[in-house]
């Protein structure tokens, strides 16, 4: 059984190359950081308009998805601002 992940083994081996460094701040920088987790988090009401059809299209997809649409929508718009949306070809 492996216990570590791609991602995991990837950043323990970042680590014992020396890629690590502590900072001075400790306390300050987490706390920073984690004002940054808590702000991402907060969710905004929004509204938008589009197509009938594509509106019947997402619903079709989250059902298939089996997510509310709502989620679906939210998900499609945080991968593509994130940079992780892809074309198919």
Do not use: C
């Amino acid at each position: 059984m492996n216990k570590f992940d791609d991602y995991e083994k990837e950043v323990l081996k970042s680590f014992e190359r020396g890629e690590w460094r502590s900072v001075d701040n400790l306390q300050e920088k987490k706390e920073e950081y984690a004002q940054y987790a808590k702000a991402s988090l907060k969710k905004r009401r929004i509204n938008i308009r589009m197509s009938e059809k594509d509106f019947i299209d997402i619903k079709i997809k989250s059902l298939e998805e089996g997510i509310p649409y709502q989620t679906l929508i939210s998900s499609i718009i945080h991968k593509y601002v994130s940079g992780k949306l892809v074309e198919k070809t």
